[in-house]
């Protein structure tokens, strides 16, 4: 074992506000450079973690400590703290990175006691993660591994990872950028926003909407306490709210969903093996390529009398049953509204 580094201190539920902490004197810092770090392992009931393999940074643990209001403390005032309520130990052993904090009292005065306490990694790109913290958000970066993190209480922020990404938080929301692979993201405290991913892809929230961009692969996401916006999807996307209408555009995919709490707009610029929308509170707008053939099965309230080119079957009020162009991929559309259908 080398490298060892134990400390006692004392830690708040305060989450330290990770991107503020770049611009601040570390508590503690920790070179990397000679344990070819592979794995992190980091466990915290207080403070944010942030992880990253960008290439140009030296490889090190910083450790920022902040009183329970978020305000800097001298470096004096933080140690006297820190040696009264927590054990902290910081140690490598076998290319593995170990971080964690533990409370030595069972009760102690947050008010006058309490510190936020932020951890940020500088480590090698192929590195693997399993972090951990109730007080804080987590932020990794320019990772290829498997990486594993939770927190009930801050934001998950996600960027340039490829490989197995699994996190969860119920006190934050979601932002997951330029990622691959493997991605399951999970949130009940707040709205998820995905951009330029790719690969097979869950997203899940209770507490916010979802905003999906530039996607492409296996993809479902679902929220019961938001709206759900879509752009340019390619692949397969489930997806589905109880909690806000739906905005799809620009989509070129297999498509289900659904929505019971507001209406469904739906824009396909190409359809994949199917497609199946529907909403039980709101009217449904679907536009279809006019190059592709279809098999309709619709039912609402009112669907549109728009004059479709190439339709064969029958087309009533409240029920269409037919093909267009032949006929060949099945569109499934049902509304306790209306129905507008578009080729273009």
């Given at each position: 074992m080398k490298g060892i580094l134990t400390l006692l201190f004392a830690a708040?539920?305060?989450?330290?506000?990770?991107?503020?902490?770049?611009?601040?004197?570390?508590y503690l810092t920790k070179s990397?450079?000679?344990?070819?770090?592979?794995?992190?392992?980091?466990?915290?009931?207080?403070?944010?973690?942030?992880?990253t393999g960008r290439s140009g940074e030296a490889p090190r643990i910083e450790v920022y400590v902040q009183d329970n209001?978020?305000?800097?403390?001298?470096?004096?005032?933080?140690?006297?703290?820190?040696?009264?309520?927590?054990?902290?130990?910081?140690?490598?052993?076998?290319?593995?990175?170990?971080?964690?904090v533990r409370n030595i009292h069972e009760h102690m005065d947050w008010n006058n006691d309490g510190l936020?306490?932020?951890?940020?990694?500088?480590?090698?790109?192929?590195?693997?993660?399993?972090?951990?913290?109730?007080?804080?958000?987590?932020?990794l970066s320019?990772?290829?591994?498997?990486?594993?993190?939770?927190?009930?209480?801050?934001g998950l922020h996600v960027k340039n990872l490829s490989g197995k990404i699994h996190g969860k938080t119920s006190g934050g929301g979601i932002d997951v950028e330029s990622s691959s692979d493997e991605i399951e993201l999970k949130t009940s405290g707040g709205g998820i926003h995905a951009k330029?991913?790719?690969?097979?892809?869950?997203?899940?929230?209770?507490?916010?909407?979802?905003?999906?961009?530039?996607?492409?692969?296996?993809?479902?996401?679902h929220?019961?306490?938001?709206?759900?916006?879509?752009?340019?999807?390619?692949?397969?996307?489930?997806?589905?709210?109880?909690?806000?209408?739906?905005?799809?555009?620009?989509?070129?995919?297999?498509?289900?969903?659904?929505?019971?709490?507001?209406?469904?707009?739906?824009?396909?610029?190409?359809?994949?093996?199917?497609?199946?929308?529907?909403?039980?509170?709101g009217n449904v707008r679907l536009q279809l390529p006019s190059q592709q053939g279809f098999d309709l099965d619709m039912s609402g309230e009112r669907i549109s009398d728009h004059i479709i080119s190439g339709f064969k079957g029958d087309w009533s009020e409240k029920r269409v049953n037919g093909s267009i162009n032949g006929g060949g991929i099945p569109v499934e559309v049902h509304s306790n509204n209306?129905?507008?259908l578009k080729i273009d």
């Open positions: 708040g539920f305060g989450a330290a506000a990770l991107a503020q902490d770049g611009n601040k004197t570390p990397l450079a000679n344990d070819a770090i592979n794995s992190v392992v980091v466990e915290t009931s207080a403070g944010g973690i942030f992880v209001h978020g305000h800097e403390l001298s470096h004096e005032e933080a140690q006297k703290r820190l040696e009264k309520n927590f054990d902290m130990t910081i140690n490598v052993s076998g290319h593995e990175l170990n971080a964690t936020s306490i932020s951890f940020r990694i500088y480590v090698p790109k192929e590195v693997s993660t399993n972090l951990k913290t109730s007080g804080g958000g987590i932020d320019d990772l290829s591994g498997n990486e594993d993190f939770s927190t009930s209480g801050g330029d991913c790719s690969g097979n892809i869950s997203l899940l929230t209770s507490g916010g909407g979802l905003e999906l961009i530039n996607l492409k692969g296996t993809i479902t996401a929220t019961s306490g938001g709206g759900v916006r879509c752009h340019h999807i390619e692949g397969e996307l489930t997806t589905t709210t109880s909690g806000g209408g739906m905005d799809l555009t620009d989509m070129n995919c297999s498509l289900d969903a659904h929505t019971s709490a507001g209406s469904l707009n739906v824009q396909m610029k190409h359809v994949g093996k199917y497609l199946k929308v529907g909403s039980s509170a209306n129905i507008d």
